[in-house]
């Protein structure tokens, strides 16, 4: 019998838990779809270019997903009328932003982009379930857990009510030194 280390009473015996995943019929874990949200942030980049080598080992068709968000940019825009129309330069860019970013993706994998209107967690989980998505793939800002608390995270909003796994990429590119916002970064488009 293998003997659990000091301090960790009540976790379950690693060895057994290990045995016992062994011992369980192989499943093929299916990823047909990729939903990818982004923003335009270096840890967005990041995403991206994860998505892109799990596109490419699985044959999964990205989606990528530029949610405009009217509750950040209604000060820039006066024009918002109330019937809910969106001035078209928020969405002119998010496309031409969104374009930009599939000169990223290689030919051999299948990508589309789309663009929404809204708070951004509602609506990545919305499309996610649209689109049947097996998996999103999204970056994280990394302000920690006292900054989500007082402003509200997308990425935690995205963790409990996605329907599918999420994997939160964090960091970088290696040669970045800031979170410059990437669309002004064009050597890596």
Same mark, same amino acid.
Request: net charge negative; glycine share 6%; hydrophobic share 40%.
């Given at each position: 019998?293998?003997?659990?280390?000091?301090?960790?009473?009540?976790?379950?015996?690693?060895?057994? /838990?290990?045995?016992?995943?062994q011992s369980r019929p192989k499943q093929e874990i299916s990823c047909r779809r990729i939903l990818v949200p982004t923003d335009g942030s270096g840890q967005a980049f990041t995403a991206v270019n994860q998505a892109i080598h799990l596109a490419a080992v699985t044959g999964a068709e990205l989606t990528l997903l530029m949610v405009v968000d009217l509750n950040k940019h209604v000060a820039a825009f006066e024009q918002v009328s109330l019937s809910g129309y969106?001035?078209?330069e928020l969405k002119?860019?998010?496309?031409?932003? /969104?374009a930009d970013m599939m000169h990223v993706i290689p030919q051999e994998i299948r990508a589309r982009t789309r663009v929404e209107v809204g708070t951004p967690g509602e609506i990545i989980c919305e499309v996610a379930e649209q689109e049947h998505s097996d998996l999103i793939v999204m970056g994280s800002r990394g302000f920690g857990s006292f900054h989500s608390l007082l402003v509200g995270s997308v990425s935690h909003y995205v963790l409990q009510c996605a329907p599918c796994p999420v994997l939160i990429v964090k960091g970088l590119p290696d040669d970045w030194d800031s979170e410059d916002d990437y669309l002004t970064r064009q050597e890596h488009i």
């Open positions: 019998m293998i003997k659990q280390e000091e301090g960790h009473e009540g976790r379950p015996d690693t060895a057994r /838990l290990i045995a016992d995943i969106v001035p078209s002119i860019s998010a496309y031409q932003f /969104l």
